[in-house]
């Protein structure tokens, strides 16, 4: 990886993915200006970009380069973006605060934000379908795997499962479905993407058959960490009221395993990561540094 530390590919596709997007997005001065404003709020506002990266790092494991996977990072963090945006709604986790500043619904008022997020999602769509420098099977794929990943087959049927589950008691096994449909699908998704973003991606299905099951760790491994962070963050760190889980009774891993056990299975996860891309040499140096990063992060 021509990258010393993994904070410096991740500010790299930062910076690459805040670029593309600030350019793309449509302009508050054109109408609806007000929509614009919500939807620009709502995706510039900071964020890790950490699904623009893991596109990014896949694409270098499969020996391209991380602006081919620029379209694809800026469509999947439209997804994330939008779904952070209904997740804060009254209806849903009713939420002031993300990213150290006001949601969506708070800056502006509910209907904005909940066109906004609609808006975002459409428009993550139309950028990959629009991405002509790829072949038509190639978007065709993308769309599809983007969009299973976002509905109730993925994002949307995890979100559900889990505004029926607070107060009640889940088991582990129906704690990691519902993760691994909320915010594994999306994060699976940008690692596939990544591949399909390079046109002759190096590795047999074997090399496709790893990667899926690196995402799959990692995706766990986001949320058990998201899960300490509530426990063990600093809301003026992770930009958002620690604690919030406890509060709401919603299940977490250290709720069903105790604090010790969930550190435990991320010590795992990172493992399963690690090993996962066994077969890989130096190009996936990235994807090997952002499991070390999602595991360690303080926000
Ligand atoms: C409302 C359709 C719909 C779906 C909501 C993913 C999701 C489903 C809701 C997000 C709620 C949440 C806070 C889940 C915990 C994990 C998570 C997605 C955290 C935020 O992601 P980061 O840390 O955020 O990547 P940044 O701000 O860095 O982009």
Same mark, same amino acid.
């Given at each position: 990886m021509p990258y010393a530390r993994t904070e410096d590919f991740l500010a790299t596709c930062a910076a690459l993915t805040d670029h593309a997007l600030e350019e793309r997005l449509p302009a508050t001065e054109e109408a609806p200006g007000r929509l614009h404003e919500a939807m620009r709020y709502s995706v510039l506002g900071g964020g890790k970009r950490i699904r623009p990266a893991l596109a990014m790092a896949a694409a270098c494991a499969v020996g391209g380069e991380p602006e081919q996977a620029l379209v694809c990072a800026c469509a999947v963090e439209l997804i994330h973006a939008y779904s952070l945006i209904h997740d804060d709604l009254p209806a849903m986790d009713d939420d002031d605060l993300r990213r150290g500043r006001p949601t969506t619904h708070i800056r502006f008022d509910q209907a904005t934000a909940i066109l906004a997020g609609d808006a975002l999602q459409a428009l993550a769509f139309e950028w990959l379908a629009g991405a002509h420098s790829l072949t038509a099977d190639t978007r065709l794929a993308m769309v599809q795997k983007l969009a299973a990943a976002s509905g109730t087959g993925g994002m949307v049927g995890g979100q559900a499962i889990d505004l029926g589950a607070v107060g009640r008691d889940l088991s582990l096994e129906q704690l990691e479905q519902m993760h691994r449909r909320k915010t594994g699908a999306l994060i699976e998704a940008s690692v596939r993407l990544g591949v399909l973003s390079v046109p002759a991606a190096a590795g047999g299905p074997s090399h496709h058959d790893s990667l899926d099951h690196y995402a799959r760790a990692i995706g766990l491994a986001f949320q058990v960490q998201d899960d300490l962070l509530d426990i063990e963050g600093?809301?003026?760190?992770?930009?958002?009221?620690? %604690?919030?889980?406890?509060? /709401?009774?919603?299940?977490?891993?250290?709720?069903?395993?105790?604090? *010790?056990?969930? /550190?435990?299975?991320?010590?795992?996860?990172?493992?399963?990561? /690690? *090993?996962?891309?066994?077969?890989? %040499?130096?190009?996936?140096?990235?994807?090997?540094?952002?499991?070390?990063?999602?595991?360690? /992060?303080?926000?």
């Open positions: 600093d809301t003026s760190i992770i930009g958002k009221p620690q %604690g919030s889980d406890a509060a /709401r009774s919603k299940p977490t891993y250290p709720a069903l395993m105790g604090v *010790d056990g969930a /550190r435990a299975y991320l010590a795992t996860l990172l493992e399963q990561c /690690r *090993d996962s891309l066994s077969g890989f %040499g130096p190009e996936a140096d990235a994807l090997r540094g952002m499991a070390e990063f999602v595991v360690s /992060r303080r926000y």
